[in-house]
């Protein structure tokens, strides 16, 4: 007779849901729970069947997570790896598993998402938005193939998207240098085409229109998001008149932070008192600075955690099956927190 997960379950007197998180090394689960749930699978003799339950189910109980993990694409981008852990926490915790795919162009995605889903070796995908064209949107829609997307507010067909509330972020930047007396601070972005950059400048403008004016075109600053071109760009700004230039940054980046704190210190413009900074997501270098870096933080890891329940919830409400019918369109912003340090205000 063939043991199964129920009679499992049955025995050690819990759920198939805990057999399940067991199984696939949950951290959520008791130790005395975890040694129950063993020593029963072990009397019984009962071995987990991955594939068996794949064709019995249509379901592979695998996320895939396409991403760049090129060898210097982790240094410049390390918050997504606090995406990636908050991914894998929550997966674990439901007892499914993460499945990491590279790639280094959008037009893999197509490729990569067709073979798996026919192979049924995955049953969504976490996606963000940097990998993502309105064409291949629209295949993956037509596709039926469930994922999630994160980074954007973007509304497309069944589409699921979480993403941090960067307009709030760069509105809290702006009023953080507003309140502490600045009175001509300069946004230092990313490129033109830069989304994520578009919506904070989209709440910056908003905080400064709260106030009675609109910011200078002068006062953005776009492609400063790299260490040396912060660090020129502070510079050039840092030549004119002390009563005519900037009293504040914001920075798009860690990296773009660092740059420019280091021109303030060669030309020896004190700080904060007259020039403050304010950054953009505390992980990793923004507490390790000189002077330590005020920010918005974002939650890359809860960020992560978000994405991974909702795509369980969209795939609970699919069956798990690539073939059903769509669901509705759902969203999630998740909001920003404002951190103080000596880059803005004296310790």
Not at 255 to 276: D, H, M, T, W, Y
């Amino acid at each position: 007779m063939t043991i199964t997960i129920h009679d499992v379950a049955r025995e050690a007197g819990v759920s198939i849901s805990t057999v399940s998180k067991v199984i696939h090394g949950s951290t959520r689960i008791s130790q005395p729970t975890k040694d129950r749930v063993r020593a029963v699978m072990e009397r019984l003799d009962f071995q987990p069947n991955n594939i068996a339950r794949s064709f019995v189910m249509q379901s592979s109980g695998t996320i895939g997570v396409l991403t760049d993990m090129r060898r210097d694409s982790v240094s410049m981008t390390p918050h997504v790896y606090e995406v990636l852990a908050g991914v894998e926490n929550a997966l674990l915790d439901a007892g499914y598993i993460l499945s990491l795919f590279h790639i280094s162009s959008p037009e893999e995605i197509r490729e990569r998402m067709d073979t798996m889903t026919r192979c049924k070796r995955i049953d969504a995908f976490i996606l963000h938005t940097t990998w993502l064209t309105d064409p291949i949107v629209e295949w993956i829609v037509r596709s039926g193939i469930p994922f999630v997307e994160i980074g954007t507010d973007r509304r497309v067909g069944a589409e699921y998207t979480v993403d941090v509330d960067n307009a709030l972020a760069g509105e809290l930047a702006a009023a953080h240098l507003l309140d502490i007396g600045c009175e001509r601070p300069v946004f230092f972005a990313g490129g033109a085409d830069d989304g994520i950059s578009a919506r904070r400048l989209e709440g910056i403008v908003t905080c400064y229109r709260k106030r009675g004016f609109t910011p200078p075109e002068e006062r953005i600053v776009y492609g400063t998001q790299e260490p040396g071109v912060a660090f020129d760009t502070l510079i050039r700004l840092l030549g004119a008149p002390r009563g005519k230039r900037a009293d504040g940054i914001i920075c798009a980046n860690n990296f773009s932070a660092q740059g420019a704190i280091r021109a303030a210190r060669k030309l020896n413009v004190p700080i904060p008192a007259e020039i403050a900074f304010v950054g953009f997501d505390d992980f990793p270098l923004a507490p390790y600075l000189d002077p330590p870096l005020s920010v918005v933080k974002l939650d890359m890891f809860s960020l992560g955690i978000e994405a991974a329940r909702t795509v369980i919830r969209s795939l609970g409400k699919r069956g798990a099956r690539p073939d059903a019918a769509p669901v509705p369109a759902e969203s999630a912003l998740l909001p920003p927190e404002l951190i103080v340090r000596p880059s803005s205000v004296e310790a």
